[in-house]
């Protein structure tokens, strides 16, 4: 009798733990679930770096003279692609070069409705490809034409030593982290 004694204390014992398991299990699945925050990927151009050498747009942005261009990069939506990490070439129309447009054009361009417009427009000022002023020179020499982002392509050309693009002077060349800009006063309508 003292065995059966024993079994039933045990077998009690095992009963009331595996209840107790079972009401721990419970209480875990009864348990709130967190909210979870979604965050919209603002894509490579929000990304926050002031430790790394600037790239085109961040550049850009640090040039009183470009203030209109950065205006339609962002208004265009291809800051994404003048941050990529290249290499790059770009051909950047100063605030001068877009008031020698007609009137209002920029401002219509800039419009929401004129969007994949005006990235057009701007995907014109950019080769994907590596052109400091010296492969430049070369390319003019071998008469070569660069392609655009655009898909159209350009004359570059060599004039007492000064290098044109669809005859349009680059004024000066600025070495960014992902490639060149070079400075011109005039807009590159395609």
Not at 97 to 110: H, I, R, S, Y
Request: proline share 4%; net charge positive.
């Amino acid at each position: 009798m003292k065995i059966f004694k024993i079994v039933y204390l045990v077998a009690l014992l095992l009963f009331f733990s595996c209840k107790k398991e079972n009401s721990s299990t419970n209480n875990t699945n009864t348990i709130s679930v967190e909210k979870k925050e979604v965050v919209k990927s603002q894509g490579q151009a929000s990304v926050k770096d002031e430790v790394s050498d600037p790239n085109a747009l961040q550049k850009a942005k640090s040039i009183a003279d470009f203030s209109t261009l950065v205006t339609a990069i962002e208004a265009g939506g291809v800051q994404d692609a003048v941050v990529n990490a290249g290499p790059l070439t770009i051909f950047a129309p100063l605030n001068t070069a877009f008031e020698k447009l007609p009137v209002n054009t920029v401002e219509d361009l800039l419009k929401s409705e004129n969007k994949s417009k005006l990235a057009f427009v701007l995907k014109n000022h950019v080769a994907p490809a590596n052109f400091p002023l010296e492969q430049l020179k070369k390319e003019a020499k071998k008469g070569r034409k660069l392609y655009m982002a655009s898909g159209n392509y350009m004359e570059v050309e060599n004039k007492e030593g000064k290098i044109y693009v669809n005859g349009v002077e680059i004024i000066q060349t600025v070495k960014v982290s992902n490639g060149w800009i070079h400075v011109i006063d005039q807009v590159l309508v395609p």
